[in-house]
């Protein structure tokens, strides 16, 4: 099915460990984005794309990077996680404004556990 | 800075009954577009129902309607007919012109049988 492929669904990391969250969608979105959901603080915005090769911050950049070497793929990566990226985190796509389905298409979320 | 509030926490309702979640934004554009989605406790995010700023008349899909109020910028949900179904959490998000989405902090919705 079309949509957005997101893995792992779950994984435990230690402190200082790295990791990269994987984000594939093949519906030729041109914008992708990355947010974290902690508990009475809603969806915040980590990273964004609005195409290939272009990528900028969002509201809580730190301690996560970003690439968009494809409109297909846009991985997040953990350098050094610590407890407090303990969260949910979805990557999200959409076309832009003005074209039908300008709404964003989820993935299914990863839930991170830092110990 | 864009900024959307929804001050209803939880709220609960009666299968059969009409339940309203409320949402206002803050923003100094004119063009932009307001959704709804709803996350049941599979965590997926479900697009419930969007508004173009510029269209006058409120969206409907099915059960689902919003209250549009773009002078007071209220957005609120309104589900009729509630089933159980319908328990989630509901967030409110505002699209800006370039692109970017704000969400709100969700409203965990209890349906009770």
């Known amino acids: 099915n079309a949509g957005v492929t997101q893995t792992p669904k779950f994984q435990v990391l230690k402190t200082g460990q790295s990791m990269t969250l994987q984000c594939a969608q093949d519906?030729?979105?041109?914008?992708m984005s990355w947010y974290r959901q902690d508990p009475g603080m809603g969806l915040r915005l980590i990273h964004y794309?609005?195409?290939?090769?272009?990528?900028d911050q969002g509201e809580v950049p730190n301690g996560y990077n970003v690439s968009r070497s494809t409109t297909e793929d846009f991985p997040l990566r953990l350098l050094s996680a610590a407890p407090s990226q303990t969260s949910v985190y979805f990557c999200?796509?959409?076309?832009?404004?003005?074209?039908?389905?300008?709404?964003?298409?989820f993935g299914s979320g990863t839930r991170l556990t830092v110990v | 800075a864009q900024t959307v509030t929804q001050s209803q926490p939880e709220m609960s309702v009666q299968e059969a009954e009409t339940v309203t979640l409320s949402c206002t934004y803050d923003t100094s554009e004119s063009d932009y577009y307001l959704f709804w989605y709803k996350q049941p406790p599979s965590r997926q995010m479900i697009l419930v129902i969007r508004q173009e700023a510029y269209k006058q008349q409120n969206a409907t899909e099915n059960r689902f309607s919003v209250n549009f109020q773009k002078a007071a910028k209220s957005f609120s949900l309104k589900i009729s007919d509630s089933q159980l179904g319908d328990a989630a959490m509901y967030f409110c998000?505002?699209?800006?012109?370039?692109?970017?989405?704000?969400f709100g902090t969700g409203t965990s919705l209890t349906v009770i049988p």
């Open positions: 519906m030729n979105h041109e914008y």
């Open positions: 998000a505002y699209r800006r012109t370039g692109n970017q989405f704000y």
């Open positions: 794309s609005v195409g290939a090769g272009i990528t």
């Open positions: 999200a796509s959409s076309k832009p404004q003005g074209t039908e389905n300008y709404g964003y298409t």
